[in-house]
């Protein structure tokens, strides 16, 4: 860190243009940066007076692969407690394994959007980098069916439940929940099991485009319709008719876009800027955001219109520190996702690791849980990931979990309410056969054989208790 309080990054990178977006993306973090065109100078100037002050190193991917490996390799060598990062424009897992494999801490794939690449630079001086990032992890297939997805607490299972139901209509559904809980995952098994399935899902991240780009970005422009708009752009809710439109981080929305969106709730028609007459289209959108949005409509910074029209169904999705019982069977269905990428091999994970990850909080919730343990495959050596493999999360220790938490960890059931007194038995007959179907995996003659009575029994509980057989 420079005396001044900034802290000081050198960016490897032999094109002007990206070297000027790249240090200008840091400076809005605090960030000053230093430049070096190519490997030579890079290790040269690791001896300088800002080389010896430097608390991270970005390096663009413009070299060979072999040219880039050796250069992490020997950065590494030279200063090994410092973070290395390498951006890219290729997104292949490949690339990502033989990155970190020579020393990088995270990958990252261009075009970055600001608070990404600052939560990768903060991260990585914060010695965190083990998933708060989204790195290469993100291009393993996520498509899953409702019965795939792994999760066996009663709320997790019963925000399944709500989600299923909601895939069958075309209602707006908004879910709700922290970063990394896996939003996008049930968005796309509401779109995987809705009648729009044969029709493409198209995402659009509301919070990673710029404020005065999110009306061309939803809606379309015509060609000249403002300064900068040469062609003719169609906007995602016209590559979605006839499907299905993921609004990711809703919530970040401007509130003059906010309007636009409402119209076109209301009456299914697109305006392009520029454009004289409407488009009508048929769109069913799902919404998901890590804020409360009631508190945001509250505060003033989203229309209380939208917010109903958007949460027709609303599915909150639990924290994984709350659902702590799952993260075994999670960690496994991961690893076996993860060991079909390129450079990857099959992995076991032995008691001490999975009890070290039941521990931890994660505060990056089912996305860090993948990203830690993508890190670790790669970097295995043995059959199986230990303890040792997870050097981070060991080192960032048990963080205090609250009783709603410790509740979910021990057998996924809750017996007390919040005052202290038992909960209402059929409340916790309800939720044990919620967990054995969501366990079984909706296998209802195990999940019957299991709990000791019969399948003719099993479903005139499902009746009197009020649920689903999608819990």
Request: proline residues 5%; contains cysteine; hydrophobic residues 50%.
């Amino acid at each position: 860190m420079t005396r001044n309080g900034q802290r000081l990054v050198l960016l490897i990178d032999d094109e002007p243009a990206q070297r000027r977006l790249i240090a200008a993306l840091a400076a809005r973090g605090g960030w000053r940066a230093i430049f070096a065109t190519d490997g030579e100078m890079a290790i040269a100037t690791l001896g300088t007076q800002d080389g010896m002050q430097l608390d991270a190193i970005v390096l663009d991917h413009w070299a060979p692969d072999a040219d880039a490996t050796a250069l992490i390799a020997a950065l590494r060598q030279r200063r090994p407690a410092l973070p290395i990062l390498m951006l890219t424009a290729n997104g292949s897992v490949a690339h990502a394994v033989a990155a970190m494999r020579a020393g990088a801490t995270d990958f990252l794939v261009k075009p970055l959007a600001p608070d990404r690449f600052l939560a990768a630079l903060d991260a990585a001086v914060a010695g965190t980098a083990a998933g708060e990032l989204r790195p290469l992890t993100e291009k393993i297939p996520a498509l899953l069916a409702f019965d795939e997805i792994v999760g066996s607490s009663p709320d997790f299972r019963s925000a399944l439940a709500i989600a299923a139901k909601a895939a069958r209509a075309r209602v707006a559904v908004l879910l709700e929940g922290e970063i990394g809980v896996g939003k996008e995952v049930i968005a796309e098994a509401i779109h995987a099991a809705s009648p729009r399935a044969k029709k493409p899902m198209t995402t659009v991240n509301c919070g990673a485009i710029p404020a005065n780009l999110v009306e061309s970005e939803l809606f379309g422009h015509e060609k000249g319709a403002f300064t900068g708009a040469f062609e003719r752009k169609i906007g995602r809710f016209q590559d979605a008719d006839g499907g299905t439109l993921f609004l990711d981080e809703v919530g970040e929305m401007p509130l003059d876009a906010q309007v636009k969106l409402l119209r076109v709730l209301q009456t299914g028609e697109v305006q392009p800027i520029g454009a004289r007459h409407a488009r009508q289209v048929d769109v069913r959108v799902i919404a998901a955001t890590n804020k409360a949005l009631l508190d945001e409509v509250e505060a003033g910074r989203f229309r209380e219109d939208l917010y109903y029209r958007l949460n027709v169904v609303q599915v909150a999705i639990p924290p994984l520190r709350e659902r702590t019982g799952d993260i075994p069977a999670l960690a496994r269905h991961l690893l076996a996702r993860i060991a079909q990428q390129p450079g990857l091999r099959p992995l076991g994970i032995t008691d001490d690791a999975l009890a070290l990850l039941v521990q931890y909080d994660w505060p990056g919730n089912v996305r860090q849980l993948q990203n830690a343990l993508f890190r670790a495959a790669v970097l295995c050596e043995g059959a199986a990931l230990t303890k040792a493999d997870f050097p981070q999360i060991a080192a960032l220790g048990n963080r205090q979990r609250g009783p709603a938490a410790a509740a979910a960890g021990g057998g996924g059931v809750t017996l007390f309410r919040a005052d202290g007194n038992l909960r209402a038995l059929d409340e916790i007959e309800a939720d044990v056969i919620r967990l054995a179907i969501g366990h079984y995996r909706g296998r209802m003659t195990e999940v019957a054989r299991r709990l000791g009575i019969g399948r003719s029994t099993l479903y005139r509980k499902l009746g009197e208790l009020g649920i689903d057989n999608a819990a």
